[in-house]
């Protein structure tokens, strides 16, 4: 068995390591100063301009969208590298395109819709967001109750979302809705692409979240769109909709174990210069515990993700392992974050340091695509299920 990523893939990660380095790192201090000061966690348009320009000129554009819309169409393996080195900074900065999405209109889009969304989408022209939790339905979206009902040439939609990330920026919303009430997520849920100047879809409120971030709820009333809006097979919305998850997913690994290395790495270089009743603190055996039990857990979860991947690469479905490393990653970076900050002692309860940005991050992660219980009651079903 082989461990390594492949001479281009860590090549790529490599790059990508030093855009972090020389782009984003230096922007954390504005960054930190204004989510402090209540001004969200964002980069201002003077700020993300220079580094699209030099992310776009270093070819790190598009790097797994399709070749013909001048992506490099880079495998997920070579992507949880990518992404361990972006989750290395708490500068707010998405590669573009942002992979999930990307992945569900790979898996849906028709030649029109490929033209008008995927296209722009992949060449990084057009953003969007994912419109599946509500108010009544969020860990089990298939409970969600916003209708899609065919009128003519057009469908109507009706209903609520809430949660709803990128809203205040989407060119375009993927919006889930239900369209045969009796077949449920079998069938009977629909993807809908919902451009955002569309009568009916309304904004209703942005909602502040943890670390300066921000969701957004969303009414949608008597929302007229044409027939060819329709994302992939009517009734059959919801696999595609895993599989944009699923995507996150991983990607979510990724991020959890670049952000535990540089909260490792942190410790590891503070502990020995502190000290603490005569001693440096890397000499307490708590802090010790904390350094191994971090670095261990890292390993693990850099391997279970790199295997997710594979499989993934492979055209399996590991939707357990998914789910594991969505837990196993987020928890283990909650944990090692924590044991960070308790380390810097009142510096690390700093909104000076990047720590808790960190942990506010992951704090969220631990909800979103499906919170840790969630995660757990899938994998034993599944477990117990193949038994
Ligand atoms: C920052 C952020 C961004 C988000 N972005 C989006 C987005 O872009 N689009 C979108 O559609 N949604 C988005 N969401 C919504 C997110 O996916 C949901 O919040 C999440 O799935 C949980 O749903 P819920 O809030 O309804 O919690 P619930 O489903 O009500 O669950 C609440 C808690 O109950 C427990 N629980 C629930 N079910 C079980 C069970 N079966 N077994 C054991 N415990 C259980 C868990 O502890 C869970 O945390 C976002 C959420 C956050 C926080």
Not at 137 to 166: C, E, F, H, Q
Not at 224 to 240: D, N, V
Not at 283 to 294: D, H, L, P, V
Not at 363 to 369: A, D, K, Q, S, Y
Request: net charge neutral; charged share 25%.
């Amino acid at each position: 068995m082989d461990f390594e990523l492949s001479e281009e893939h860590r090549m790529i990660k490599d790059l990508v390591a030093r855009f972090v380095r020389d782009e984003l790192l230096p922007l954390e201090k504005a960054v930190l100063e204004r989510e402090a000061a209540g001004q969200g966690w964002v980069l201002t348009p003077e700020e993300r301009a220079p580094v699209d320009a030099k992310s776009k000129e270093l070819g790190l554009w598009g790097l797994d969208a399709p070749e013909v819309f001048g992506g490099s169409d880079l495998p997920i393996t070579a992507m949880v590298g990518v992404n361990e080195e972006l989750g290395k900074t708490i500068t707010p900065y998405t590669l573009p395109p942002d992979s999930p999405n990307l992945r569900m209109l790979m898996s849906t889009c028709n030649d029109e819709q490929k033209a008008l969304y995927l296209e722009p989408y992949a060449r990084g022209e057009k953003t969007s967001a994912i419109a599946i939790s509500e108010p009544g339905a969020g860990g089990d979206p298939a409970g969600m109750t916003t209708r899609a009902v065919r009128d003519g040439d057009d469908w109507v939609l009706n209903g609520r979302k809430i949660w709803v990330s990128r809203v205040g920026y989407a060119d375009f919303t993927i919006v889930m809705a239900v369209t045969d009430k009796s077949k449920g997520a079998r069938g009977g849920i629909s993807a809908f692409l919902v451009d955002r100047d569309t009568p009916g879809y309304n904004v209703l409120r942005r909602i502040p979240m943890l670390g300066g971030a921000y969701t957004y709820e969303l009414t949608f009333e008597d929302c007229r769109i044409p027939a060819s809006k329709l994302l992939g097979r009517e009734g059959y919305g919801f696999a595609p909709m895993q599989l944009r998850l699923s995507t996150r997913r991983v990607q979510m690994a990724a991020w959890c174990t670049g952000m535990s290395q540089r909260a490792l790495d942190m410790m590891i270089e503070y502990a020995p210069q502190r000290v603490t009743f005569g001693l440096p603190l890397s000499q307490r055996q708590a802090i010790q515990w904390w350094i191994t039990e971090a670095a261990t857990k890292i390993h693990a979860c850099r391997l279970m993700t790199y295997d997710a991947a594979v499989k993934i690469d492979r055209g399996e479905e590991p939707r357990t392992e998914v789910a594991m490393i969505k837990v196993f990653g987020t928890e283990m970076a909650w944990e090692t974050i924590d044991r960070a900050m308790q380390t810097f002692g009142g510096m690390g309860m700093t909104k000076e340091m990047p720590l808790q940005m960190m942990a506010n991050r992951v704090r969220l992660m631990r909800i979103f695509e499906g919170p840790t219980e969630i995660h757990k009651m899938v994998i034993a079903r599944r477990l117990i299920d193949k038994r």
